[in-house]
């Protein structure tokens, strides 16, 4: 009959013998499913990059947003799962920064009871810290980062169980760097990406840009679709010594198969409405960083 050749590894868990072993990690999704788009919204990302995004961004994208600590990007990274939610699609959370029980007390702070979604699955929180938290909807997936083969399968198998179409956020791929060599790095979320592209998953990945060669961050970038840095500019290497008082910029570096306005933008945080991209008075005041002295 028909079978699964090769050999897979497994565990003995509670439950006896465990094969490590997800359907999807073999089967790769068909390439004559049609790509589904956002209901009535010509943009899968978020609201705050809408001005810059004039094309229609499919499912089967990879996203990531890099930028240096304190610069709001597991702020994007929430706007991404409220977008979500709010058009009736699943999220599933892994937080790699932060236990579970944390990303769960944020929620509501942006407008969001996450506890009807978390009990119809529409939402689901992982995180690398606890196996369980009893103050959440009970799961038993744990992600061991120190273990990629489980932890790609872990993600697999919840993903497989997700309404579709379904958002996946990780914040943030740092402690992935942490725990292994920069090319055991660069491997590793090239098979989670490669894994996670399917017809109907967007992947937005979190990255905090340090302690990796520039070497190793170009291979990095070749994984994504879409690229968003967030920066603070240095203003005295300015060609043009105009503060706008704006501290903060946001610049979509990268996008394949799609326009995008590449230009870098100022922005602002706001407690309730997340990075909102200012709109400046004059195209003179729009700056380019990549005409920074080197």
Known sequence: SDHVCGSHRMAITENGIEILYSASQISPPSTTESLKFIEDAPHLVFGSLEKLLPSQIPYNTACLVEGAPGLGKSTLAYQFLLCGLHRQESVLYISADIPRQQVYQTLPTWG???DP????????ILDTFSPMVETLPATSVHLNLNDPEMLLLRIAQQLEQMPKPC??????????LIS?????????VYRKNLQLRQPDVAVLDIFAQDGIEKSDHYNLLNLYDLV????SPEWDE?????????KNWLQIT????AKADHRPYPYSISPTKGIVIESTSSQSKII???SFPK
């Open 180 to 188: 292994c060599t920069p090319r055991e790095f660069i491997k590793l």
């Open 254 to 257: 990268k996008i394949r198969g």
């Open 288 to 290: 380019d960083h990549n």
């Open 117 to 124: 979604y978390l009990e119809a699955g529409q939402l689901v």
């Open 112 to 114: 969001l009871l996450p």
């Open 238 to 246: 300015m060609n043009r010594g105009e503060d706008i008082g704006y």
């Open 167 to 176: 958002r996946v956020i990780f914040d943030s791929l740092t402690p992935l």
């Open 228 to 231: 968003v840095d967030l920066y």
